[in-house]
């Protein structure tokens, strides 16, 4: 079983997602229940219009590049023999975003079409409001550890934070990186078409309520998505919540259950106990954070959760959360996983909704063009270009980012959107998804790419190959000890044969930031034996990947097939 509350095995045809695809838990409903109900939503399912005087959307823009929309909504079936648009893109969240730049940069005359705010998910509800949060939970810690101060030297009588401040800092940092994302694709000569995208027949889509209709040579949908609630659950907003509600920081909470360990639940685990929240996490599966590899897992608990105001329930489920109302707290009614008899009733003071994301595909006409979502998620081929209910292409049709489920994650929304641009503009190009990393903002950071160690044996074993396993402490490592962090592992896993890097895991300091030469090596087709020849600044940390490839045993000292050049 394929579960919300954990990292999906890595494989480029099964949808992946690093931030928990839709449930499948028991009593989960087919459609997500208790979404967000934006203006988006509102118009998705057949309610009023956007309010255009919201000062956060952006108008219709009358580019002089574009031509007045032309076709009417009679002519649906049949493909337009001339286009508005080279490029026409549903969502401007960062897959649409990054898509858009480089259709621009290809010479493509692009528009985006966006139902709510210009940045979507990452930018308005996710990475940003949420890395903010971590960059003030970052200090916190810091401020608080005694310990770690004095063996610097350092003496400071207490630290203390203004809610009020921290949330603003969140929000203010959403609003400044919509307001740039916004003008970069203005002054590139994008059209931002305010209103919600409806597919109406091949290469058309109507945009908003009224019945102007948009005519394309190719289309990309990077709708999104949205909070997946499990059915029983009864969001409020205010003392049971989700990520979306959760990075207002409107309270923070004394006590607050964190349904779902994912990255999302994990990353919030470390601010609110940084700011002062006990935890207790409730999770489906066994153990904790099951979608890491099992050994940085067990690491991540002893230093993330074990020494911290957080308590859990392994395999259980939340049947049923009512929120608190009328001095009664947040009511949490557990059962077992496995048998599904009555485990335990929590009272908490606020329940945090992590259980992971639905695909935002309803309300797109995709009935029009005989597409069949599976879970809700559109089906697209390592091309992203999305299959029919007959599993045949779609003509000119393409699905990025999280819409697709196969790995659900900011920049893979992005890269997605780049190579489908790359292959309308006459390059074929495959993104290799095995080399796409993958961060959690707990501090410390833990970034991985590629395979976990169970993963990388499962393959060996079908393939008849030989993993070895090589790792290095941070505590061996200068700059980390001279930052006073030296708890950190970063662990490779190869193939001994021939230097393939299999995946790679970091649990430490800027893990997230270290990743990256691993990503790369994999999608250069780099081998270990070449990489033990790169040079790397001391003291940096970047000597902890020095050091890891440089302990691996490759047996065959054959060149990558691009070799580096160092
Ligand atoms: C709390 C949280 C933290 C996260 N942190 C990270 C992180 O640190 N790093 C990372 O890589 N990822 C992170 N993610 C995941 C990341 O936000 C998503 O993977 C990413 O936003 C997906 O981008 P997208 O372009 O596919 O969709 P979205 O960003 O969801 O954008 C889709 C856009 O399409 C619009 N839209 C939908 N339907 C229509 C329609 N029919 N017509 C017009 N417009 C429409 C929506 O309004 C939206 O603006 C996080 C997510 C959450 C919730």
């Known amino acids: ?280 996490f409730i999770e489906a599966l066994d153990q904790l954070m099951p979608g890491f590899d099992p050994e940085i897992g067990k690491l991540a608990q002893r230093v993330l959760i074990n020494p911290r105001r957080i308590d859990y329930q392994t395999g259980v489920f939340a049947t049923k959360i009512t929120p608190a109302k009328d001095g009664k707290p947040v009511i949490i009614e557990l059962i077992d996983a496995k048998t599904k008899e009555p485990r335990d009733t929590l009272e908490v003071d606020a329940a945090l909704i992590a259980t992971g994301r639905a695909p935002f595909t309803h309300g797109l006409g995709l009935e029009n063009i005989d597409v069949a979502t599976q879970r809700g998620f559109i089906p697209v081929d390592e091309r992203m270009r999305v299959i029919d209910a007959n599993g045949k292409l779609v003509p000119h049709l393409f699905c990025i980012g999280d819409a697709n489920g196969k790995m659900m ?38 970034s991985m790419v590629g395979l976990t160690e169970p993963q990388a044996r499962e393959k060996a074993e079908k393939e008849g190959f030989e993993v070895s396993i090589a790792k290095t402490s941070f505590k061996a490592n200068t700059k980390a000890l001279a930052e006073n962090e030296g708890e950190g592992l970063a662990k490779l896993i190869y193939r001994p044969d021939n230097g393939e890097i299999l995946g790679v895991h970091i649990f430490g300091l800027h893990a997230a930031d270290l990743i990256h030469e691993a990503s790369n090596a994999i999608a250069l087709g780099t081998r270990i034996q070449d990489l033990k020849l790169a040079v790397h600044a001391h003291p940096t940390l970047s000597e902890v990947l020095d050091e890891l490839f440089k302990s691996a045993k490759v047996k065959e000292h054959v060149s990558s097939p691009q070799a580096v050049a160092v």
């Open 409 to 446: 994650l900011a920049h893979a929304a992005s890269a997605q959107g780049i190579s489908v641009v790359e292959q309308v503009t006459g390059r074929d190009h495959v993104l290799n998804h095995l080399s796409i990393p993958a961060a959690c903002f707990t501090h410390p950071e833990i």
């Open 1 to 280: 079983m394929q579960s919300s509350l954990s990292l999906p095995t890595l494989s480029p045809t099964i949808p992946r997602s690093n931030y928990v695809v839709q449930s499948t838990l028991p009593l989960a409903p087919s459609k997500p229940i208790n979404l967000r109900f934006c203006g988006l939503r509102r118009e998705a399912l057949g309610f009023s219009s956007l309010n255009q005087s919201d000062s956060h959307r952006v108008r219709l823009v009358a580019s002089s590049r574009s031509k007045k929309v032309s076709a009417s909504l009679s002519d649906n079936g049949s493909a337009p023999k001339s286009f508005d648009y080279d490029l026409l893109i549903i969502g401007a969240g960062v897959g649409g975003h990054g898509a858009a730049l480089h259709a621009v940069e290809k010479g493509l005359k692009t528009a985006i079409v966006e139902g709510d705010v210009v940045g979507g998910t990452c930018v308005n509800r996710g990475c940003v409001p949420s890395k903010a949060l971590l960059a003030v939970s970052g200090r916190m810690r810091e401020l608080q550890n005694d310990h770690h101060l004095r063996a610097l030297g350092l003496q400071i009588s207490a630290a203390g934070y203004d809610r009020q401040a921290v949330a603003d800092h969140a929000n203010n940092l959403a609003s400044k990186i919509r307001t740039n994302l916004t003008n970069s694709m203005k002054s590139l000569g994008v059209d931002i078409l305010t209103g919600f995208g409806t597919i109406l027949g091949p290469q058309k889509v109507k945009v908003g309520a009224s019945d102007k209709v948009v005519t394309a040579k190719n289309i990309i949908i990077a709708t999104g998505s949205v909070p997946f609630v499990p059915k029983g659950i009864e969001v409020d907003g205010k003392t049971v919540i989700t990520s979306d509600h959760a990075l207002k920081l409107e309270t923070v909470p004394d006590w607050i259950a964190i349904v779902g360990s994912g990255y999302i639940g994990l990353e919030f685990s470390d601010v609110y106990t940084a700011l002062g929240s006990e935890v207790t």
